[in-house]
């Protein structure tokens, strides 16, 4: 089978799924260039309130493929840059669901998620220094932020592979389920990010992310979109709100 992202649509939730079984789902220079336009697309679709990015066949990501790198590494890493910053950038909730090794790159294109759930069982790993790569600037603050300076310094340093337990004490996962129920909880949790409101989501997204110049454009989206009006209605009435205001296609 060719290394390739397939991509799926169901109740709202989209799904991207890293596939390259020959090689532990190893991102390829066409992989990393198709994930870009692949966000563009689903980011502009209006029936998608959110994204959850996975490997196939029990592995999440085992980096990028090194056969990559025998050219311009410069011109991989590149490639690894923008299409985590594409992921970064998703306008709508974005979820990691790991299982097995998340290494390398495939920590990379995690950590650029807004969350991240994994599998007992699952390993990850920043590996840039087992091959002499300078990892960039844009990821190594994601992960400071994500873990903080001293266990971001572990990683970068040692290349060393930790447990999903750690991971989550670390704070680079966010939940840890036993083998075999990751499935059944990323579908429960996304349900429930499907069912509040992207108004909320958005703003929080970029406030979260560290945007500082966009109060005034949330407060006028929140004045003319009717989510809060529609909220506190259905608080009041006892019952489920229906939210109607989405990610405007120019973002």
Not at 5 to 23: C, E, F, G, Q, W
Not at 57 to 62: K, W
């Amino acid at each position: 089978m060719e290394p390739q992202l397939v991509h799926s649509v169901t109740d709202s939730v989209a799904t991207v799924v890293i596939r390259n079984p020959a090689k532990r789902n190893a991102m390829t220079a066409a992989m990393w260039r198709a994930l870009p336009p692949l966000l563009d697309e689903l980011a502009a679709d209006p029936a998608v309130r959110a994204l959850v990015l996975t490997g196939a066949d029990g592995t999440f990501c085992a980096g990028a493929d090194i056969a990559s790198l025998q050219g311009s590494a410069r011109e991989a890493q590149g490639l690894a840059v923008a299409a985590e910053e594409a992921l970064a950038a998703f306008p709508k909730p974005t979820l990691a669901a790991v299982r097995g090794h998340c290494v390398g790159g495939g920590a990379q294109l995690a950590a650029a998620c807004d969350l991240r759930f994994a599998e007992e069982g699952a390993l990850f790993g920043v590996t840039p220094a087992r091959l002499g790569v300078v990892y960039s600037a844009s990821a190594t603050r994601r992960l400071v932020s994500l873990v903080g300076p001293a266990t971001a310094k572990y990683l970068l340093f040692s290349a060393e592979l930790i447990d999903a337990r750690r991971a989550l004490r670390t704070g680079l996962v966010d939940e840890v389920v036993p083998e075999g129920e990751l499935g059944d909880r990323v579908a429960e949790f996304t349900r429930i990010l499907v069912s509040r409101s992207q108004l909320t989501q958005a703003a929080a997204k970029e406030f979260a992310d560290g945007r500082t110049d966009r109060d005034a454009y949330w407060a006028g989206q929140a004045d003319a979109g009717g989510d809060t009006a529609e909220g506190v209605a259905a608080f009041l009435e006892r019952r489920q709100p229906r939210f109607t205001w989405s990610v405007p296609r120019s973002g």
